[in-house]
């Protein structure tokens, strides 16, 4: 078993929905969760990080944690095009980091 | 937060031959990775490149296909040694800045 779980995709989405990524997680000694987008011909991009349970907002991106189920989760509101890309979630702990497969997510216009 | 710069940022290299991938941080880090990245696919970590010491490898990778250098707390550099066409790939130095883990725009490498 991964680390890390998250469904590949593709997602397509019309502009303005709102978008849920979500990723399990199977080491409970986690202790940071970070999402990443990476557009395609670029290297990923920092979106949010998170310490614990609960939900942590970015204007239109909110993180969530819930740590009893192991669930991870960032919700996109107003979905844009310029969303389009793929998103990568990852857990940390003792200097390592896992990663999940990357969800591609299409908001198309 | 932390910036990572690498080059080149393309190659396109003969079979046989080497290339080495510079990375550099704009400030002073503790952890430095390299990974590999097929066309969609995740990241693969290929080691954790040490400062002052050899570098850690992960299963499946060797020094002698991947020597790295770490001089210092702001500079690494990957070498793809001996090319070959499954070597084409993306290649992504990363950097780790209070626990969060930063990334180059990446390498991307085309052997013929």
């Known amino acids: 078993q991964k680390e890390v779980e998250q469904d590949p995709g593709p997602l397509s989405v019309p502009e303005g929905a709102i978008v849920s990524l979500n990723c399990t997680y199977s080491n409970s000694a986690f202790q940071y969760f970070m999402w990443y987008r990476q557009y395609s011909r670029k290297g990923p991009e920092l979106l949010m990080y998170?310490?614990?349970?609960g939900n942590k907002e970015d204007g239109r991106f909110t993180a969530q944690v819930d740590k009893s189920s192991k669930y991870i989760s960032l919700f996109i509101r107003d979905s844009q095009p310029s969303d389009s890309a793929t998103y990568l979630c990852?857990?940390?702990?003792?200097?390592?980091?896992?990663f999940g497969s990357g969800t591609k997510l299409n908001v198309k216009p | 937060s932390a910036v990572i710069s690498q080059k080149p940022s393309r190659d396109i290299c003969q079979r046989g031959t080497s290339l080495t991938i510079q990375c550099q941080v704009d400030s002073q880090v503790t952890m430095m990775f390299w990974y590999r990245q097929q066309p969609g696919q995740s990241l693969t970590l290929i080691a954790t490149a040490n400062q002052g010491s050899e570098a850690t490898y992960e299963s499946g990778f060797v020094i002698d296909k991947f020597p790295i250098s770490r001089p210092n707390l702001t500079f690494s550099t990957l070498t793809v040694s001996n090319m070959s066409p499954e070597d084409s790939s993306i290649y992504l130095c990363s950097a780790t800045a209070s626990r969060i883990q930063y990334f180059g725009a990446g390498t991307r490498l085309s052997v013929l």
């Open positions: 990852a857990g940390y702990n003792f200097n390592k980091f896992y």
């Open positions: 998170t310490y614990s349970s």
